[in-house]
C-alpha cells in the first residue's frame, strides 16, 4: 500500500545518511508539508481562477463591442491552463516512496521546470496580450473615430490604410515584450508565489546543512 505523505515526512529524515533528532526532524517534516500543500492549494486556485477569468473577460468584450480581443484572451488563458496542468500531473506523479529529503529536491526540480516552461511562453504571452487588446481596438468603431479625431489634426503617413507612426510604435512595444516577457513572468510569479519559494529554498539547505553534520 502506497505510503500517505505524513508517513513519508515522518520516516523521511531517519535513515543512514540524516542523522538528525527526532524533534527537530519532526519540526522539518511539518514545516515540508505546510509549504508544499500551500504551494498546491495556491496553484489550484490561481489555475482556476484562470478559467473563472477566461469567460468573464469573454462576455465583457461583447458588452463593450470588443469581441476580438475578448475571444483572443479567451484561447490564450485556456492554453495557459492547459499546459500548466499538463505540469501538475508532473508534480503529482512526483514518487512518494522516497524519503523526505529526496521528495523535497524532486518538488523543487518540477519548479525549476514549470518556471522554465513559463518563462518561454511569456516571451510569447505579452506580446499576444497587447495584439489582442490593440486588435480589439481597433476592430471597434468608437476607437476609429476618436483615432481619426487625433490624427485628423496632423499630416499622418498611412501604409494600407494604417498610420505608420501606429505600426511602429507597435512593433516597438512587441519586441520589447517578447524580449523582457520571461522578466516580467519572474516578477509576476514572485508575487504570488515569492514568500512560499523563498522558504522552499531556505528549508531545503537547511536540511542539506543537517544532512552534512
Not at 10 to 31: H, I, Q, R, S
Not at 101 to 128: A, C, G, H, T
Request: aromatic content about 14%.
Amino acid at each position: 500500500m502506497e505510503k500517505s505523505i505524513e508517513s513519508i515526512w515522518k520516516e523521511g529524515f531517519l535513515d543512514n545518511n540524516a542523522m538528525v533528532a527526532p524533534k527537530l526532524n519532526n519540526l522539518y517534516n511539518k514545516k515540508s508539508i505546510h509549504i508544499i500543500d500551500k504551494f498546491k492549494r495556491t496553484f489550484k486556485i490561481n489555475l482556476n481562477a484562470l478559467i473563472i477569468f477566461s469567460f468573464v473577460i469573454l462576455a465583457l468584450s461583447f458588452l463593450v463591442k470588443i469581441p476580438v480581443m475578448g475571444v483572443l484572451m479567451f484561447i490564450l488563458l485556456n492554453v495557459i491552463v492547459i499546459v500548466n496542468k499538463k505540469l501538475l500531473k508532473g508534480l503529482n506523479a512526483i514518487d512518494k516512496n522516497v524519503n523526505s529529503y529526496q521528495y523535497l529536491k524532486s518538488f523543487d526540480n518540477w519548479m525549476d521546470e514549470q518556471i522554465s516552461v513559463n518563462m518561454k511562453m511569456s516571451r510569447f504571452i505579452y506580446p499576444y496580450i497587447f495584439i489582442a487588446m490593440v486588435s480589439g481596438f481597433t476592430f471597434s468603431s468608437e476607437f476609429q473615430e476618436t483615432l481619426d479625431r487625433i490624427l485628423g489634426t496632423h499630416e499622418v503617413y498611412y501604409l494600407y490604410g494604417i498610420p505608420v507612426i501606429w505600426v511602429f510604435v507597435m512593433l516597438v512595444i512587441i519586441v520589447l515584450l517578447a524580449i523582457f516577457g520571461g522578466r516580467i513572468y519572474l516578477w509576476d510569479l514572485n508575487l504570488v508565489y515569492g514568500r512560499i519559494l523563498k522558504k522552499l529554498k531556505e528549508l531545503i539547505s537547511d536540511v542539506e546543512d543537517l544532512r552534512s553534520l
